[in-house]
């Protein structure tokens, strides 16, 4: 019975292994799609002070439009990093949890083993 319990634990925790480094990959993934947005806007900003320079002022407008998008798309990925860095810390710890647990019911079957 002890053997299956622990057996099913390491299952578990094959699939907490495999959510923990599927969020973690998602989650780089977002922080570098969030640099690339802000060096984005960083260009339209750009762009609109040469268009201003030029005295072109409804291309100004539209590249700092643009700015504008790429900002807050740049924020909404920082917020969705951080709810996943909290999602990380959740599953770290689950996963910590759980091979505690395995860790005390290894024990306590060798110990049975040995009686």
């Given at each position: 019975?002890l ?34 947005a ?26 700092l ?30 996963m ?8 005390e ?11």
């Open positions: 019975m053997e299956q319990a622990v057996a099913d634990m390491q299952r578990d925790l094959v699939k907490v292994r495999q959510s923990y480094a599927e969020v973690s990959a998602s989650s780089k993934r977002m922080e570098e799609q969030r640099r690339l802000e060096e984005e806007a960083a260009k339209w900003y750009s762009r609109a002070q040469l268009a201003l320079e030029k005295q072109e002022e409804d291309l100004a407008r539209e590249a439009t643009r700015r504008q998008q790429n900002l807050e798309t740049a924020a909404n990925l920082a917020d969705q990093v951080e709810s996943q860095a909290a999602s990380l810390s959740t599953l770290f710890e689950s910590k949890e759980l091979e505690a647990k395995m860790s019911a290894k024990a306590k079957k060798d110990q049975m083993i040995a009686r």
